[in-house]
């Protein structure tokens, strides 16, 4: 799977919108581009994911640039319980195991 | 639904012994994943599972075994343990087949080995 580059922490504001950025430069055409989240304490849990097209769900929007080379996670209006890593993933359909590979991530820190 | 359970929650370990982390799961889910994660970093993939009595080697594997005799459980087996597989470890799963579905993970189990 392609790799991707992200801050290593940000920092908002409760109740302000919040853009986690990600740059996957090596992304193929067939990479789906995940988003999921670490709480303090718990497992990942799933936030979004998207292909080519911006997507939202009640957690939050995905803003995926023309080219794909990079994208966006937006909350927004951050609470104290949005703090956590966040975590951007490329997922490839030849991933026999459909596994997640794991980088870094972005530990947002929200102040109130 | 309780989702995907992990048993135990904490367990302390001499070096040297062996235990087994439990992983079940009552979604139907056919494929099982077992991650272990390092103090500030990201979750490496120790196995995984696409189905009952197939199992595969993720990026870490050495040191651990696992089995698939049923839909619903997913063991990680640790022998002679070492304080390198200090960790916490999280059992996931997933629906179906494809990069498009999400991973369902459990709280974890903190593994701690002296």
């Known amino acids: 799977d392609a790799k991707t580059t992200q801050p290593n922490s940000m920092e908002s504001n409760e109740e302000e919108p919040v853009h986690l950025p990600c740059n996957h430069s090596?992304?193929?055409?067939?990479?789906?581009i995940h988003w999921y989240r670490q709480l303090p304490s718990q497992g990942p849990e799933y936030v979004i994911h998207?292909?080519?097209s911006n997507v939202n769900n009640r957690m939050a929007s995905l803003a995926i640039a023309e080219d794909r080379k990079s994208s966006t996670l937006i909350l927004h209006r951050a609470t104290l319980r949005d703090a956590a890593v966040y975590y951007c993933i490329l997922r490839d359909v030849d991933n026999a195991g459909n596994m997640l590979t794991f980088g870094g991530g972005t530990r947002l820190m929200v102040k109130p | 639904n309780a989702g995907v359970t992990q048993t135990p929650k904490f367990r302390i370990l001499k070096i040297g012994q062996s235990m087994t982390l439990q992983c079940t799961q009552d979604?139907?889910?056919?494929?099982m994943y077992w991650y272990r994660q390092d103090p500030g970093m990201g979750l490496k993939l120790i196995y995984y599972s696409v189905g009952a009595g197939i199992t595969d080697k993720g990026e870490v594997p050495n040191g651990y075994n696992v089995s698939r005799s049923t839909t619903e459980d997913f063991p990680l087996r640790l022998e002679l343990a070492a304080p390198s597989q200090t960790s916490v470890y999280f059992c996931a799963t997933q629906g179906g087949r494809g990069p498009y579905n999400e991973q369902f993970f459990g709280p974890g189990t903190r593994l701690t080995v002296l």
């Open positions: 090596t992304i193929s055409g067939t990479d789906y």
């Open positions: 979604m139907n889910h056919n494929y």
């Open positions: 998207g292909l080519t």
